[in-house]
């Protein structure tokens, strides 16, 4: 495994061994990367903005957003509070075992 001037890791073999090997200098070079942010964090107490807590809409509201395994949806169920008595997640794994035999 080669590097360039700019520390981009580049594999020379393209095979599996190559590929873990770019990915283990990857890491490392993400290690430095954060290290370089942590040290750059000014002194001092951290402020920061905390958003307007959005109440959610009374009744109950099904969500479904597409995942890589399929559709993925929420349930919940609210009475006007700030946060929804009951939160259901259907997961896609059992969904898509319907068009298996028993």
Same mark, same amino acid.
């Given at each position: 495994?080669?590097?360039?001037?700019?520390?981009?890791? +580049?594999?020379? $073999?393209?095979?599996?061994?190559? $590929?873990?090997?770019? $990915?283990?200098?990857?890491?490392?070079?993400?290690?430095?990367?954060?290290?370089?942010?942590?040290?750059?964090?000014?002194?001092?107490?951290?402020?920061?903005? +905390?958003?307007?807590? !959005?109440?959610?809409?009374?009744?109950?509201?099904?969500?479904?957003?597409?995942?890589?395994?399929? +559709?993925?949806?929420?349930?919940?169920?609210?009475?006007?509070?700030?946060?929804?008595?009951?939160? $259901?997640?259907?997961?896609?794994?059992?969904?898509? !075992?319907?068009?298996?035999?028993?």
């Amino acid at each position: 495994m080669t590097s360039t001037n700019s520390k981009i890791p +580049v594999g020379t $073999r393209g095979d599996t061994y190559d $590929r873990y090997m770019v $990915r283990l200098e990857e890491m490392r070079q993400s290690r430095l990367i954060c290290l370089q942010a942590i040290e750059n964090i000014p002194a001092g107490p951290i402020m920061a903005r +905390v958003g307007k807590v !959005l109440k959610p809409p009374v009744g109950e509201v099904y969500h479904a957003i597409e995942s890589p395994k399929g +559709v993925l949806g929420y349930t919940s169920l609210a009475d006007g509070s700030i946060q929804p008595y009951r939160v $259901r997640i259907r997961p896609p794994s059992f969904i898509n !075992l319907q068009a298996l035999d028993k």
